[in-house]
């Protein structure tokens, strides 16, 4: 897997049409809300192929969660969970592992999971996830970097105040909150649109959650969950991804399977660039770019619905080729400029201090061999490499398959020359 590399002959336009997969970060607290369905079937519908999902999958298994995929359907039945502990190894592929905290607390009233320490964007503390379920009645304890965590009472209803709004905390609180004694409030949550597809899911098992979407969730605790049937929403991030793209090699696409509300930060600023984007039909997208973009002045990442982190990267690979200076504020994670070493490769002027990086915009970017750094660092490599003069070669794709599904092949129907190898 490690050796695997993508080799890119840029300069192509991209022309056709891409149905864009369902949301990783969906899929990823949607598997863990199942556990807490003590009986039948849930099935989830438009769940990514991804090796970020596999290990969600393999988690399941592990605690005793029967758990197959057919096709992009992936059905459970936690009827007979039987165990509490995450084994280290699975608690270390994924940091999003700790989103099975809050359920498997719901369900068990006590689990074992690593600490889950930092990852490639920086230190990612889980104060706030602990610190809620604490005031739920967990008690938490840290030994060995492994997390004890125990509801001897069961977990109760609390008002939380985040002083983020952390999405993971969010979700972790939402899913320890379903099944505990009394109303839980989270102030100040994140209001991320897989917030609400969770919700969504909560709620069609037969939970009480309101306020999704909005910065207060309020929920009702219910004694049971019910087995249902759900499809995750598409993967708004591989849709800003594919509309970058296009933006970086110009071309003309339509995307479908998209919810083009969850990209208002995205569309009004790229058609301040250029592109020619509009929204069709039930859910579908058109994009067009004919002439070289011009940069924006700002981009500031913040929490939704502000611009998201997630897409930092990706637009950054569109600036770099515009006409003009773009400058870019990262606010929300501390180290998420790992991918300007690589664009520099490529003739890229980028300069970066701190949160800040300043993009001035080059006429062309040269081919070169480019090592992925993060997933959405990586994809963004791979636009550069599409627009790129010549012939770029991309390693440690582990990242990048962590969240998009077969990506050489949908970017080769659309006319790019990629090919793994
Ligand atoms: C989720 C997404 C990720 C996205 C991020 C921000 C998933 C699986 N991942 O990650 O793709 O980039 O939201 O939109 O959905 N923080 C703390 N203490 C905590 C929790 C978070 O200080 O207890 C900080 C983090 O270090 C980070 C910021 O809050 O600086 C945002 O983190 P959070 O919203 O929790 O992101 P994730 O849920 O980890």
Not at 70 to 98: F, K, W
Not at 141 to 159: I, K, N, V
């Amino acid at each position: 897997m490690e050796k695997q590399k993508l080799i890119i002959n840029g300069g192509n336009q991209l022309q056709g049409e891409i149905t864009v997969q369902g949301a990783k970060n969906s899929s990823l607290p949607l598997l863990s809300a199942t556990v807490l369905v003590c009986e039948g079937e849930c099935v989830l519908h438009n769940c990514p192929r991804l090796t970020d999902v596999d290990y969600a999958m393999r988690i399941l298994s592990c605690i005793g969660v029967k758990c197959r995929r057919e096709g992009s359907t992936v059905i459970t039945d936690a009827s007979a969970v039987n165990n509490n502990e995450i084994p280290q190894s699975l608690m270390r592929e994924m940091r999003s592992s700790i989103v099975f905290l809050g359920a498997m607390l719901g369900r068990l009233n006590s689990c074992k999971l690593s600490f889950p320490g930092g990852c490639e964007l920086g230190p990612r503390p889980i104060d706030l996830h602990l610190s809620a379920l604490r005031e739920m009645g967990a008690v938490i304890t840290e030994q060995h970097g492994y997390l004890l965590c125990s509801a001897p009472r069961g977990l109760h209803g609390a008002d939380i105040s985040l002083s983020f709004p952390s999405v993971g905390a969010t979700e972790n609180i939402m899913l320890a909150a379903v099944r505990a004694k009394g109303i839980t409030q989270i102030h100040n949550a994140a209001r991320e649109p897989e917030i609400c597809d969770l919700a969504k899911f909560l709620t069609a098992c037969g939970a009480k959650v309101h306020g999704a979407g909005t910065d207060i969730i309020i929920v009702e605790g219910v004694e049971r969950l019910s087995a249902t049937e759900h499809t995750v929403i598409s993967d708004r991030i591989v849709a800003a991804t594919y509309l970058a793209a296009v933006g970086c090699c110009k071309g003309e696409l339509i995307l479908s399977g998209v919810q083009s509300a969850y990209l208002g930060q995205i569309i009004p600023l790229m058609q301040s660039m250029g592109c020619r984007i509009y929204s069709f039909g039930r859910d579908s997208v058109y994009i067009r770019v004919k002439d070289r973009l011009k940069a924006p002045p700002t981009i500031r990442t913040m929490p939704y619905p502000g611009f998201p982190t997630d897409a930092q990267a990706l637009l950054m690979t569109a600036t770099a080729t515009a006409q003009g200076t773009t400058v870019f504020v990262e606010n929300i994670f501390e180290n998420r400029y790992r991918h300007v070493s690589e664009l520099a490769r490529m003739g890229a002027k980028i300069k970066v201090e701190g949160k800040v990086a300043v993009v001035e915009g080059v006429p062309t970017l040269y081919g070169s061999e480019l090592q992925a750094t993060d997933l959405r660092g990586g994809a963004a490599l791979v636009l550069a490499a599409l627009a790129a003069e010549g012939r770029s070669v991309v390693t440690r794709l582990c990242y990048i398959d962590r969240g998009y599904e077969n990506i050489e092949a949908v970017l080769r129907t659309v006319g790019a020359d990629i090919r793994r190898v």
